[in-house]
């Protein structure tokens, strides 16, 4: 039996009345989070400053800027609970200022923002954009 079956069928309910701001935050929906890994120096992306935006038919809003910890993620979700709502978002990585502070000049890069546009269609799911990085290519895909 899983932690969550033996808390019986009220757990949410409970959590909710007596929770924190957070926790509430986390049952209301789901979360956006990255993962950024430097696969030509087999390392997390400590650093990288990405910026996340909601995409409009006339334009984007920028959301926030963050800057990625020393795994390569952001400290807490991108986005979570009733931030996260249906629709098209980028995640714009700052591939190139990353490998500038570790050295490379700008004859030894090729990719300088590198932008990834993803729907949003269950604000109750968990979306992971992960990002595998190199100075003269990337892949991403959703994780899990």
């Known amino acids: 039996m899983s932690q969550a079956q033996s808390r019986g069928p009220d757990c949410a309910s409970r959590t909710r009345a007596g929770g ?3 926790t509430e935050r986390h049952l209301a929906g ?3 989070t990255t993962h950024v890994l430097d696969t030509a120096n087999g390392m997390p992306a400590r650093g990288l400053r990405l910026t996340l935006s909601f995409l409009t038919d006339v334009g984007s809003a920028p959301l926030k ?3 990625t910890n020393g795994d390569g993620r952001c400290d807490a979700p991108l986005l979570e609970g009733d931030d996260l709502r249906p629709g098209w978002y980028e995640i ?3 591939v ?3 490998y500038a502070g570790l050295g490379r000049t700008e004859e030894d890069g090729f990719l300088g923002i590198v932008p990834v546009r993803f729907q949003v269609t269950n604000w109750q799911a968990h979306y992971h ?3 595998l990085v190199a100075p003269f290519g ?3 895909y959703r994780g899990s």
């Open 30 to 32: 789901g979360r956006l």
């Open 129 to 131: 954009v992960p990002l």
């Open 65 to 67: 800027t963050l800057l």
């Open 96 to 98: 190139g200022s990353y």
């Open 92 to 94: 714009a990585f700052d």
């Open 20 to 22: 924190s701001a957070a």
């Open 138 to 140: 990337y892949s991403t």
